[in-house]
């Protein structure tokens, strides 16, 4: 007999069993539903709401539970609807009347956002945990390519030339605000919202802060409207997740471009890459495409969280229950991301020579050649026009600008002299753009330490 059935007179019809359940999705927040009900019966026995002896005895069966479920020796049964129900179905079931005190001063619906929460909020930990590894491997794959000079790019068109840490730099400064992101919303997740009732709070004299407290959440929810009937917590954290997708995805459109034949900028690993069934010669980059395609899937969480969320009255509405496979479709999806991509980075070749060849090959020392005639008090209009037609006359003749004998240079400008060789080389293309931020060896280095220095306070 179902928990609830006291003012029914007849059963529910199967298919509606069916349509009904959540458990086949939030089973998997089994831990945090039985951690929950243990910090609850706690404080029930500790506030004399039932007798202590039956809250040791239920929490001592709600950890044999816990044991059980963990040791696989569980099934969890549909006609239970969700896991809630389950867990303390199987509570009275070993220990009957007294497993029947657990729920007293409680509802699902603030059980549901407690255990919702809870599961978040180590989720939570896990994908900062790999956007942490993530920075490191781009960290170290920085150190070593402080000089790999390649093209920068603009329209997709080579622009001027910077370096491969450079490059790998900037996807460490959005991956670090993601991780700043997630920390934010953090705060806002780790409210503790039991006590709201089903919607109206309770009458009994229970001491929300020592649940508060025993969970380690870091404050109580204010209004039990809200604290049951808000999920803006996991909109936040699908949105926190899109972004992440959206770097992840431009990171992989790069991985791509570089793998192909006509960058060659990267080889990625076999164990990281597929071939074809048809051409023999085929290595795909499968990992970075599927970590492309699966940003759609992670958007359309969000959007459906949000159109599950937009039209509800207060407070809770069952429609809510669709909360949990969207979000937890996202965490699943950017953890297996996040663990692929990083592997695949940290396993992939670096073709130094191919990316400063395109680099050299794109006249990305145009700005600079304009830069040098600036220096010698030329206005940088004319300098752009005089290098223009440098640029146009080097395309005629299949040469670079660096390749101009200094006589050919100087019947497009007399302000020319033997100094401008060493003024367009790449190193000094590079190496010239010392601002903070710039990809100068020396201010990629002071961005690294920086990085270092962010990595080592937020792990505290
Ligand atoms: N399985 C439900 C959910 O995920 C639990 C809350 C049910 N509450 C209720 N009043 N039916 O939202």
Request: glycine share 8%; charged share 30%; aromatic share 8%.
């Amino acid at each position: 007999m179902k928990l609830w059935a006291g003012r029914f007179s007849k059963e529910t019809d199967a298919m509606m069993d069916d349509f009904n359940a959540s458990i086949r999705f939030d089973s998997r927040m089994y831990r945090q539903d039985i951690l929950g009900s243990a910090a609850h019966v706690k404080m029930l026995g500790a506030c004399g709401i039932i007798p202590p002896a039956d809250a040791d005895l239920i929490r001592k069966t709600l950890f044999e539970i816990l044991e059980d479920i963990e040791q696989g020796r569980i099934e969890f049964d549909l006609s239970a609807e969700d896991i809630h129900m389950n867990i303390e179905t199987l509570l009275i079931e070993r220990i009957g009347q007294v497993g029947k005190k657990l729920h007293t001063g409680r509802s699902r619906n603030d059980q549901v956002a407690l255990d919702f929460r809870m599961y978040i909020r180590d989720e939570m930990k896990s994908i900062k945990a790999l956007l942490l590894e993530m920075e490191e491997t781009l960290i170290k794959l920085s150190e070593s390519n402080l000089h790999t000079i390649m093209p920068g790019y603009t329209h997709l068109q080579r622009a001027q030339p910077i370096t491969l840490a450079h490059h790998l730099m900037a996807y460490f400064q959005m991956f670090r605000r993601d991780i700043e992101r997630l920390d934010d919303c953090y705060k806002r997740v780790n409210i503790m919202p039991l006590g709201s009732g089903a919607l109206a709070a309770t009458t009994y004299p229970i001491n929300r802060m020592m649940v508060a407290e025993e969970l380690g959440f870091d404050g109580i929810t204010e209004n039990s409207l809200d604290g049951v009937s808000d999920r803006d917590f996991a909109l936040e954290l699908a949105s926190c997740l899109s972004i992440v997708m959206v770097h992840l995805s431009r990171f992989s459109e790069e991985i791509i471009l570089w793998s192909s034949s006509e960058f060659g900028f990267i080889e990625l690993d076999d164990a990281y890459s597929t071939g074809s069934s048809i051409m023999p010669q085929k290595k795909n980059p499968d990992a970075a495409e599927l970590v492309r395609g699966k940003s759609g899937r992670v958007f359309g969480d969000l959007m459906a969280l949000l159109t599950v969320m937009k039209g509800l009255p207060l407070a809770y509405n069952k429609d809510m229950q669709e909360d949990k496979e969207s979000l937890f479709d996202a965490i699943d999806t950017v953890k297996s991301c996040l663990g692929i991509f990083i592997r695949m980075l940290d396993t992939m070749k670096i073709n130094k020579a191919n990316m400063r060849d395109a680099a050299k090959g794109g006249f990305t020392n145009a700005t600079d050649l304009a830069d040098y005639l600036v220096r010698k008090g030329i206005p940088f209009r004319d300098c752009h026009e005089i290098v223009g037609k440098m640029v146009a006359y080097c395309i005629e003749k299949k040469i670079g600008l660096e390749d101009m004998g200094l006589e050919e240079m100087q019947k497009f400008s007399g302000c020319i002299g033997q100094d401008v060789y060493e003024s367009i080389s790449l190193e000094a293309c590079v190496n010239g753009r010392k601002v903070p931020g710039g990809p100068a060896a020396e201010s990629v280095r002071a961005a690294i330490e920086s990085g270092k220095a962010f990595l080592e306070e937020v792990k505290k």
